[in-house]
């Protein structure tokens, strides 16, 4: 089986940095993905580590340790459209994406 | 490039009637395609894997006379919803592996109605 945890919500202002936390086990693990989804729309891609580190993308980083099973996405300079959920989801042997339960971001002004 | 079209993008059915889905991939060729529901402030769940040109796999407690699947093309997949209840109503999403990088292209979300 797999199994996720991600905070459930985060609150941060325009301009502010914010982390959100992904913790995982699952069996055959290739590397850690990040999707952002805006209400009512499609989830988009953002990052994958498939190595332990951090991946930087312009305002975004996505970092992990494959020993803690644990990996991060940084979000940094936020703005308002920055507000949306955002999952973590591991990429395994089968070749499925399987999402965790999505963290919510609030970013207020 | 990479791009995933779904359709419709909302459809409203009465219960007990069927509906389908559409999901294709229009700048390249996808053997796998994904299905998944997304009921309001809730994750994705995945609900089968559709391979071309053979049988889906269905998820763990997803019932595959009710949600059918068919592959028959590299770039086109559809869901149809049977026997449609209000229990049904939902988002429906697709996403196919990207040819580009390491991201899964998604569909943009079929909302269902049931009423």
């Known amino acids: 089986g797999q199994s996720l945890e991600q905070p459930s919500e985060v609150t941060a202002v325009e301009g502010a940095i914010v982390q959100i936390n992904c913790t995982y086990q699952?069996?055959?693990?290739?590397?850690l993905s990040w999707y952002q989804q805006h209400d009512g729309g499609a989830p988009t891609f953002l990052s994958y580590?498939?190595?332990?580190g951090l991946e930087e993308t312009g305002r975004f980083s996505s970092f992990l340790s494959r020993s803690d099973s644990y990996g991060y996405l940084l979000l940094q300079e936020l703005q308002m459209k920055d507000s949306a959920s955002y999952f973590c989801?591991?990429?395994?042997?089968?070749?499925?994406?399987?999402f965790g339960q999505g963290t919510e971001l609030s970013v207020k002004p | 490039g990479a791009v995933v079209s779904q359709h419709p993008s909302r459809v409203i059915c009465k219960s007990g009637t069927s509906v389908k889905i559409e999901c294709r991939s229009l700048?390249?060729?996808?053997?796998?395609m994904f299905w998944y529901r997304q009921f309001p402030k809730q994750s994705l769940m995945l609900m089968a894997t559709?391979?071309?040109?053979?049988?889906?796999?269905?998820e763990q407690g997803v019932e595959k006379d009710k949600f059918l699947i068919n592959h028959a093309s590299l770039t086109l997949s559809t869901l149809t919803v049977t026997s449609a209840h209000p229990e049904d109503s939902s988002f429906y999403i697709c996403?196919?592996?990207?040819?580009?990088?390491?991201?899964?292209?998604f569909g943009s979300g079929t909302r269902l109605t049931v009423v």
């Open positions: 996403s196919a592996s990207s040819p580009i990088g390491w991201g899964y292209t």
């Open positions: 699952t069996s055959g693990f290739y590397g």
């Open positions: 580590n498939g190595l332990d």
């Open positions: 989801a591991p990429y395994n042997q089968g070749g499925k994406l399987i």
């Open positions: 700048d390249f060729q996808a053997t796998t």
């Open positions: 559709s391979n071309e040109g053979s049988k889906a796999t269905y």
